[in-house]
């Protein structure tokens, strides 16, 4: 089965870092382009970040842009988020999604940051 | 604000067909694809490149585009089918990813 699975997520007080990490199962992870994407609480889907199959294409949502760092390890099919510096208007469920042909093909269930003192 | 401009709600009669739409410049260049949201779910592809679906995604899902829209029709419309919609596509830069702000799809 085809499958992304996030972890890491849990409260963190204002200023404050975490790590995130998606575990990738069921496809061939090196081969695929992967994104981060978050949804703070009723509101909308914001992408986040984005790296390249290698790791060697990286950007950013300028919202996280010098705070959040994307990284992956393809040997052990997994994908990761430093995210340093949190705010409150950080907080949110993290979605990791896989990129397909033309689109975000497979989501994983999401793992919630809480950015509060 | 969103590059990505989407009607907040739109409500259909069991059985009907509704329209979502969504707009953006980079719709000209690029496709949008199209996510389904149910309350505590994650998001789900349903409609992605110039009309194409996942497996396992119903045929009363189709999409179309036109100039800087895009648009998602959901024809014989079902209660499960209550849910955000959100479109995606690339920014007008074509180097970022971005959402359109979701329209809620209230079933009659």
């Known amino acids: 089965e085809v499958q992304l699975v996030e972890s890491g997520g849990g409260l963190v007080q204002p200023g404050g870092s975490l790590r995130l990490s998606c575990a990738a199962s069921?496809?061939?992870?090196?081969?695929?382009?992967m994104n981060w994407v978050r949804q703070a609480p009723g509101k909308g889907l914001e992408w986040v970040s984005y790296?390249?199959?290698?790791?060697?294409?990286?950007d950013y949502a300028d919202s996280v842009k010098g705070r959040f760092t994307i990284s992956r390890d393809n040997a052990n099919n997994s994908l990761f988020l430093q995210m340093n510096s949190l705010r409150a208007e950080d907080t949110a469920v993290y979605y990791c999604?896989?990129?397909?042909?033309?689109?975000?093909?497979?989501w994983g269930q999401g793992t919630m940051v809480t950015v509060s003192s | 604000s969103s590059e990505l401009t989407q009607d907040p709600a739109v409500s259909v009669a069991l059985g009907q067909t509704v329209r979502i739409t969504c707009r953006g410049d980079?719709?000209?260049?690029?496709?949008a694809s199209w996510f389904q949201q149910k309350p505590g779910q994650a998001p789900v592809l349903v409609i992605f490149?110039?009309?194409s679906r996942p497996s396992g995604i119903p045929d009363r899902f189709s999409g179309s585009s036109s100039g800087t829209s895009a648009s998602l029709t959901i024809t014989g419309t079902q209660a499960e089918d209550e849910a955000d919609y959100y479109c995606?596509?690339?920014?007008?830069?074509?180097?970022?990813?971005?959402f359109g702000p979701g329209t809620r799809v209230t079933v009659l």
């Open positions: 490149g110039q009309n």
């Open positions: 790296i390249s199959r290698s790791g060697s294409t990286i």
């Open positions: 069921g496809f061939a992870f090196s081969t695929y382009e």
């Open positions: 999604a896989r990129r397909g042909d033309l689109a975000h093909d497979i």
């Open positions: 995606n596509s690339r920014d007008s830069s074509g180097s970022h990813y971005v």
């Open positions: 980079s719709l000209r260049s690029y496709y």
